[in-house]
């Protein structure tokens, strides 16, 4: 073998003895401090793994914080929904009240409301005149049949279910409709009539002899209960106008407006039962 390859040879044992060595004395234990490979190994790895964590909290605070705003969501959605009973229920309960004429009338009239009230959004209206009727997303699946009354969050009537009424959505004639007619009286001095749409935002009360007495400005109109169609006590609107109408003048011409809105019909009750509603 030629020289410079032993002497080559010696060398690369040699080296590899003192990097041996070398390995060895890093790992040696010096007390209670950390070997110098091991912080070798640490001041090499640290920042990595600190990013890496900091990386892992940052993706888990957002993954979090998207399910808690997703519950928020849902419990917001939730109180929405138990507001609008309560106020439905507050409502039907002051009608109750002004109704009732003794404790056992009031207790079986608010027990032909239990459970009865079905909440439904509003999906769609009539393309050709808003104030004919709306659309509504809930059917026969929910309970909802023809002839049932729709109410507003407060309690004003918006109108009836009409058919053919679909497995989840159902049409709604609105009290504005020119085919629409409510059985009412006024709640000062007992007159009575029917409220009839003009299929704009304003409605007439229809068949009021010009010799009776009563009606004014601003009296409020119920439903009478008597159409079979609508429960007695719901409010319906109040009379904006009474005037002789020159084109019938054995009759009254009284303008009503509405209660409802269109800003208020975002969700609307439906009622299951009572007239016409299968109660």
């Known amino acids: 073998m030629p020289?410079?390859?032993?002497?080559?040879?010696?060398?690369?044992?040699?080296g590899l003895t003192v990097f041996h060595l070398l390995l060895?004395?890093?790992q040696v234990p010096q007390g209670t401090q950390k070997s110098l490979f091991e912080k070798?190994?640490?001041?090499?790895?640290?920042?990595i793994q600190r990013a890496a964590t900091l990386t892992v909290r940052g993706i888990g605070s957002v993954w979090n914080g998207y399910?808690?705003?997703?519950?928020?969501?849902?419990?917001?959605q939730k109180l929405k929904?138990?507001?609008?009973?309560l106020k439905q229920d507050l409502r039907f309960l002051e009608d109750r009240l002004q109704l009732a004429q003794s404790e056992a009338q009031l207790k079986a009239s608010l027990a032909a409301f239990e459970g009865t009230i079905v909440a439904a959004r509003v999906i769609g209206v009539d393309s050709t005149n808003p104030h004919q009727s709306i659309v509504i997303d809930k059917?026969?699946?929910?309970?909802?049949?023809?002839?049932?009354?729709?109410?507003?969050?407060?309690?004003?009537l918006v109108g009836r279910t009409i058919g053919p009424v679909g497995f989840k959505e159902a049409m709604v004639q609105l009290v504005t409709d020119k085919d629409s007619s409510v059985s009412?009286?006024?709640?000062?001095?007992?007159l009575t009539g029917a409220v009839t749409g003009r299929s704009t935002e304003i409605c007439d009360l229809r068949y009021v002899l010009a010799s009776g007495s009563g009606g004014h400005i601003g009296d409020e109109l119920r439903t009478t209960g008597a159409d079979r169609i609508y429960p007695a006590g719901i409010r319906v609107g109040a009379i904006q106008s009474v005037e002789a109408d020159p084109a019938t003048?054995?009759?009254?011409?009284?303008?009503?407006?509405?209660?409802?809105?269109?800003?208020t019909i975002d969700v609307v009750a439906v009622l299951t039962k009572g007239p016409g509603g299968g109660g």
């Open 3 to 14: 020289l410079w390859e032993r002497r080559r040879s010696a060398l690369v044992l040699v």
């Open 24 to 26: 060895i004395s890093l």
């Open 40 to 47: 070798g190994v640490f001041f090499l790895f640290s920042p």
């Open 67 to 76: 399910f808690d705003l997703r519950g928020v969501r849902r419990e917001n």
């Open 81 to 85: 929904k138990e507001n609008f009973f």
């Open 139 to 156: 059917g026969s699946f929910d309970g909802v049949a023809k002839d049932m009354a729709v109410c507003d969050r407060n309690g004003a």
């Open 184 to 190: 009412v009286k006024s709640e000062v001095d007992g």
């Open 249 to 263: 003048p054995i009759f009254r011409r009284i303008v009503v407006k509405p209660y409802f809105g269109f800003d």
